[in-house]
């Protein structure tokens, strides 16, 4: 979902092809002839293939068309890489390990920390003012918490949190993600 929303937002539609993987019943072609390491996503661009999410939405923002999805501004693309490297490191397994444990808790102080960062610039819905890498990153794990953690654990991420609440509202306008 992160690089499928990347190559949206970037409109490269017509020049990224999607290939639909059943992960449940994986092709024997795609272990033997695209990605030995089998999972999803890879992509395959000029002759070489690409895997993992965070590289592949750097890949993609670098090697194609469309706009730019970082910042030109030194301390703003520092802020940026920290965040990016915190979603996989901490805050997808903090949360993911929080429903075995003492939820509220755990998972709180995890969105606590991304409505403390929506607040570090506080120029805009999105982690910088204009729209990029980050909000790629967390978009596809916070939709789902969003929906899952009110049902499964009486939980709603965005109480007390304006700058999350919004943050989702805008990210549901934009067409590439939608
Ligand atoms: N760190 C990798 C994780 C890749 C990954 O675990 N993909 C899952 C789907 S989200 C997958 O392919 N699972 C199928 C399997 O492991 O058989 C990334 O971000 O790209």
Redesign the pocket.
């Known amino acids: 979902m ?1 690089v499928w929303i990347t190559r949206n937002i970037k409109g490269l539609q017509d020049k990224i092809k999607l290939v639909q ?1 059943y ?1 449940q019943n ?1 092709p024997d072609w795609y272990k033997e002839n695209v990605y030995p390491i ?4 890879s992509l395959e661009h000029n002759n070489k293939v690409t ?4 590289d ?1 939405i750097k890949y993609v923002d670098s090697n194609f068309e469309g706009p730019l999805l970082l910042s030109d501004d030194n301390l703003k693309q520092e802020f940026v890489e920290e965040l990016i490297a915190y979603s ?1 490191t901490t805050f997808v397994p903090l949360v993911y390990s929080s429903f075995a444990k003492d939820t509220r808790t755990l998972a709180g102080a995890q969105f606590h920390y991304l409505e403390k960062s929506l607040h570090k610039f506080d120029d805009g819905p999105f982690f910088l003012n204009q729209f990029s890498q980050v909000d790629i990153t967390y978009s596809p794990f916070i939709e789902k918490f969003q929906i899952f953690m009110p049902e499964g654990f009486s939980y709603d991420i965005t109480t007390g949190r304006p700058k999350l609440a919004k943050w989702i509202e805008e990210m549901k306008k934009l067409d590439g993600y939608k």
Do not use: A, H, Y
Not at 38 to 41: A, D, Q, T, W, Y
Not at 51 to 54: A, I, T
């Open positions: 992160r993987i992960l994986k089998n999972k999803v996503p895997g993992e999410s965070l592949l996989d």
